[in-house]
């Protein structure tokens, strides 16, 4: 096996203080080859930095959001309303959704950096000047904002994992609430939450999913069927951002 040391990268995740405890100079050797440690690596289109804030990639998001957002600015004139909010949301929309479940639990600077580029975009869809509610425009576009567009991509995929079991490696992360005595939460659809204490930890599938999943309302876990769920979860998530219709 070779190995390209040019075209390969490692990072050591971990707090500052655990980093301090290894030596990372002289980087890593894999099969005789030296790789040098990196503060970040991006694998599948996300940018994971050693601190896991996702700064980073939060960063490359916006980057890619408002680059598109201006092209868009540019041939709104020459298109109707449909037509733009088709495209943006093929072409912006899309890079502000794609993995958007592991930013659970980041800063709220980060969530309010892409909420600035989603409402940026509904200006730009709807034409509206810069002082115009981005709330109203959002609300009329009927796009949830960006915590609860995480949420949801979050909900929906534990949704899967418990009920159908697929994917595997994401279902074996995820135990159903057995109460050892009978209670009335035993038939709530609720899901184990795992008690963590490290801050690297919060972040983890495990104990996200639970958190998010178990906030829902019971008519929502308690779904039947994916669409439904969907369907159920998003006039909740929709009603949480904007008010009751």
């Not at 041939?75 to 449909?82: E, F, N, S, T």
């Not at 906030?215 to 009751?244: E, I, Q």
Request: net charge positive.
């Amino acid at each position: 096996m070779l190995l390209n040391p040019n075209k390969t990268e490692a990072v050591l995740f971990g707090t500052r203080a655990q980093r301090k405890k290894v030596d990372t100079s002289a980087g890593i050797d894999i099969t005789g080859a030296k790789v040098a440690f990196s503060s970040s690596v991006k694998l599948l289109g996300v940018t994971l930095d050693e601190d896991l804030t996702l700064d980073r990639h939060v960063t490359d998001i916006i980057r890619g959001c408002s680059y598109h957002t201006r092209a868009l600015r540019h041939i709104r004139p020459l298109i109707d309303l449909p037509t733009a909010r088709m495209v943006a949301q093929g072409v912006v929309t899309s890079r502000l959704d794609y993995c958007n479940g592991l930013l659970h639990g980041t800063s709220k600077r980060n969530v309010e950096r892409l909420q600035v580029a989603q409402n940026t975009l509904a200006r730009t869809v709807c034409q509206a000047t810069w002082s115009s509610s981005a709330t109203d425009l959002r609300k009329s576009l009927h796009w949830l904002p960006v915590q609860q567009r995480i949420d949801y991509k979050l909900a929906v995929v534990t949704y899967k994992a418990q009920s159908t079991g697929v994917p595997t490696y994401l279902a074996s992360l995820v135990d159903n609430y057995v109460p050892t005595r009978t209670l009335r939460s035993a038939d709530q659809f609720l899901l184990c939450s795992p008690i963590v204490k490290l801050v690297c930890s919060r972040k983890a599938f495990s104990v996200n999913a639970p958190l998010v999943f178990n906030a829902l309302p019971y008519n929502c876990r308690s779904a039947r069927t994916l669409s439904s769920f969907k369907k159920l979860l998003k006039t909740h998530f929709f009603s949480c951002a904007y008010g009751p219709f």
